[in-house]
């Protein structure tokens, strides 16, 4: 073969590889964008609904989620007769046996202490809250430790929880002392912090099933948070502090709450939608 034979089946060669490479690439950029597309042309890396972000103003109020009336305690902890309640918790709780009862009990036990901080607002005895309300958020957190093997028991106590975060969000735009309503807020902070690590540690059922329960209250108190990160009652490190549990809050709706929302907003917005349907006109005759 000669020189120029060898040259000519060199560019040959080399074409023919250029060629075969510029087809891989191709075929690659084709596979990928296949690979990330579904049928429908919807890409996956998107949101599951494909829809933006919950807006947390289009949720409505407190009173729209339905109101929570625990009512409020007799015998508040301002009461000489109090320490017969104490006495009356110390039988029950030596009488709860299993651990369900325990837990039910604990729950039980936190919701008497929202209704005597219900109580002591009605009588204009705010400085009793903060230690009501460190008491409140110790049987919570044992109620949620006994129910932590029980999925179905947590359930429950995430939705008793829930109707806590009502009852305080109500109670914290009441008080006027500062230390009132930061012992109010703190507890806000810890039953929405329950209730938004419960949802992400459920199996997919039981998750279903609290979030169907939860959903519109986690995202109201989620707005509270927003609303508080901005106030001016507050010093520059508790609305940092505010501004971080928004963050939290916020990762978790759109995470894990945003399909029941829009499907709550949807179900709401459709008689709005048959209400203005306009009516047929009789026919001429």
């Known amino acids: 073969m000669t020189t120029i034979e060898s040259g000519l089946t060199f560019e040959a060669n080399k074409s023919s590889i250029t060629l075969s490479m510029r087809i891989t690439i191709v075929l690659a950029i084709l ?73 039910i009990t604990r729950i039980e036990f936190a919701q008497r202490r929202l209704r005597e901080v219900n109580a002591l607002v009605k009588n204009q005895r705010s400085d009793f809250i903060p230690p009501t309300l460190e008491r409140y958020k110790e049987y919570l957190q044992e109620a949620g430790g006994l129910a932590l093997y029980d999925e179905d028991l947590s359930v429950r106590v995430g939705e008793a929880v829930s109707r806590h975060l009502d009852v305080l969000q109500r109670v914290y735009d009441q008080v006027g002392n500062p230390r009132a309503k930061a012992a109010i807020r703190a507890a806000i902070e810890k039953a929405e912090e329950h209730n938004r690590i ?50 939290l809050c ?13 499907d709550i907003k949807q179900k709401k917005m459709g008689p709005k939608l048959e209400g203005k349907k306009p009516s047929s006109s009789p026919a001429t005759q």
């Not at 296949?34 to 949101?47: E, H, M, Q, R, S």
């Not at 108190?221 to 963050?247: I, P, Y």
């Not at 916020?250 to 829009?262: C, I, P």
């Open 198 to 247: 419960l949802i992400g540690k459920l199996d997919l059922t039981h998750q279903q099933q609290l979030i169907g329960k939860v959903a519109v209250r986690q995202a109201l108190v989620c707005r509270f948070f927003q609303r508080e990160a901005s106030s001016s009652a507050l010093n520059d490190t508790e609305r940092e502090f505010m501004k971080q549990k928004v963050g």
């Open 31 to 103: 596979t990928l964008s296949l690979a990330l597309i579904d049928p429908c042309g919807i890409v996956f890396a998107a949101t599951s609904t494909g829809s933006a972000d919950i807006n947390l103003n289009d949720l409505g109020s407190l009173d729209s989620a339905g109101a929570v009336d625990i009512g409020y305690s007799l015998i508040a902890p301002n009461s000489p007769l109090y320490f017969l309640k104490a006495i009356r918790e110390k039988i029950e709780t030596q009488l709860a046996s299993s651990r369900e009862a325990k837990a």
């Open 250 to 262: 916020k990762d978790s709706v759109n995470k894990n709450l945003k399909d029941e929302l829009m």
